[in-house]
Structure formats: structure tokens, C-alpha cells
């Protein structure tokens, strides 16, 4: 039986009868010379008793030292809390009804000014 092996390079490893696992891990782990190797197909790991179909291509990854976070959650929230707080000013009150109306009026047909080109929305700062 032949399976494909993936790892930095691609190599085949034939067995005689069935395909197990541990003596495949072995048989890679010796080949790259690490121990402790991740053993995908398809993205699926390899647990022991695993079965492989003939010709499948095996992904070997090695397992990476965990560690820590960025930052500590000791400090959370420590730049809104140097943060001076500072207080709402004023806003000048809205314009309702009928003076809101007017406002909208003037603006849109009296004081139009004709230029050439397409309008611009309310919006536009250009």
C-alpha cells in the first residue's frame, strides 16, 4: 500500500498490508527527525486507529510551544480610565414644524445658486 506524505517536501512510503498509524508516525518522525508530529488527511487529524484509503496524501505539522497573549488583562481598560473626562458642551436647538419647513424651503428653491455640471447632494463639502 502507498501513501503520499506532505511536509516540506512530498515522499512516498509504501507498507506491506494495512497502513497503522503509530508505525507510519514513527517511520515520519524518524525521517524529519522530531518527535511529536500532527498527522492530517484533509484536514482531519490522524488518531491511532485511523484508517487510510490507498494513495491518500498525509499533511505532517509540527506542534508549535504555546504562549501568551499580547498584554495582560490586569491593564484592561486603562486608557479610558487616565482619560479626563470631559463635559458635554451646549448644541444650539433644532429648528421643528413650521420654521423647519421654511428653513428646508429656502434652502432647496430660493437661494439656489445655477452652476453647471451635476448638483451635489446636501451633503457634499466640495
Known amino acids: 500500500m502507498i501513501v503520499f506524505v506532505n511536509f516540506e517536501d ?5 507498507f506491506d498490508g ?6 507510519l508516525r514513527n517511520r515520519i518522525e524518524s525521517a524529519i527527525g522530531v518527535n511529536g ?3 492530517t488527511v484533509g484536514g482531519v487529524p490522524l488518531n491511532d486507529d485511523s484508517s487510510l484509503d490507498e494513495g491518500a496524501t498525509i499533511d505532517v505539522s509540527l506542534r508549535l510551544l504555546g504562549g ?12 479610558k480610565n ?19 419647513r421654511r428653513m428646508q424651503y429656502n ?3 430660493v437661494n439656489v445658486v445655477q452652476s453647471f455640471g451635476r448638483k451635489k447632494g446636501p451633503n457634499s463639502n466640495s
Not at 512530498?10 to 509504501?14: F, G, P, R, V
Not at 501568551?68 to 486608557?79: D, M, N, P, T
Not at 458642551?89 to 421643528?96: D, F, L, R, S
Open 107 to 109: 434652502r432647496r428653491f
Open 37 to 39: 508530529v500532527l498527522l
Open 18 to 23: 494495512e497502513i497503522r498509524i503509530p508505525v
Open 82 to 100: 487616565q482619560t479626563p473626562k470631559v463635559e458635554a458642551q451646549e448644541k444650539k436647538k433644532h429648528k421643528t414644524g413650521r420654521a423647519k
Open 10 to 14: 512530498t515522499w512516498i512510503e509504501e
Open 68 to 79: 501568551k497573549v499580547h498584554g495582560s488583562l490586569a491593564r484592561a481598560g486603562k486608557v
